[in-house]
């Protein structure tokens, strides 16, 4: 199998995981990326049993109404019974990079209400240590150049991503060069910078469930 079909396997396997827990009111939080992409075309099968969505990023709510999902604003649900997203790294604990595509911060809102977190990914995604994969950090435009000496003294080197304008009209860095060991801590002290809106790390609030896409099938973490 191609990565390509790795990511849809264990897109398939998120419906299978989540269509028990759904009920006729149920809202499913909906992530970002292509591997989101191909869950989003598999949801839409499943379309009557859940009452909509909540999506991470404008290109996603835009997929699913394509589809006739409903998609509401975060703000109008009570709750979110299961989160499923992409990620770009993902370590043993389940501890995850994203904003590959610079949909972190609204990622992050979503994942933070969701009772569950269903993380897809690729065999490709599997690391030991965090960092290989540039962590983006989404930044207020004006605080751009401090945040970037900030994260300097962090030991990283900080790459402004440019023509990029995330949904709510910032800007993103990314991080290079870290081996993030400690990613509770880094998530932490990369949000203290002021001029941070946040950063790719999810390790305060990990997946609660990684469905990994490997040549032998998908396993379940
Ligand atoms: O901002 C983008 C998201 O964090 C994606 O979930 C992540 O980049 C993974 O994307 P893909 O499924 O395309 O590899």
């Known amino acids: 199998m191609n990565q390509d079909e790795l990511k849809q396997a264990v897109a398939k396997k998120a419906i299978d995981y989540i269509l028990p827990k759904l009920e006729s009111d149920s809202i499913v939080g909906v992530g970002t990326g292509s591997t989101a992409n191909y869950f989003i075309d598999y949801l839409a099968e499943i379309k009557g049993h859940f009452d909509g969505t909540v999506a991470s990023s404008e290109g996603s709510a835009e997929r699913l109404k394509q589809h006739g999902i409903p998609v509401y604003d975060l703000n109008s649900v009570d709750s979110v019974v299961v989160y499923v997203d992409g990620a770009d790294e993902t370590n043993p604990q389940r501890e995850l990079i994203k904003g590959g595509g610079a949909a972190l911060t609204r990622e992050k809102i979503v994942a933070a209400v969701a009772?569950?977190?269903?993380?897809?990914?690729?065999?490709?995604?599997?690391?030991?240590?965090l960092g290989g994969f540039p962590l983006p950090v989404e930044v207020i435009p004006m605080a751009r150049a401090h945040?970037?000496?900030?994260?300097?003294?962090?030991?990283?080197?900080?790459?402004?991503?440019?023509?990029v304008v995330t949904d709510n009209g910032n800007e993103i860095i990314d991080v290079h060069g870290l081996a993030i060991t400690d990613a509770k801590q880094m998530e932490q002290d990369i949000n203290q910078i002021v001029g941070v809106v946040t950063n790719g790390l999810f390790a305060a609030r990990p997946a609660d469930v990684l469905l990994l896409g490997k040549e032998s099938g998908v396993v379940q973490i």
Not at 115 to 129: H, L, N, Q, R, T
Not at 147 to 163: A, D, S
């Open 147 to 163: 945040v970037g000496r900030e994260l300097l003294k962090l030991g990283g080197n900080p790459v402004y991503r440019q023509g």
């Open 115 to 129: 009772d569950e977190f269903v993380c897809i990914a690729d065999g490709s995604k599997w690391v030991e240590i």
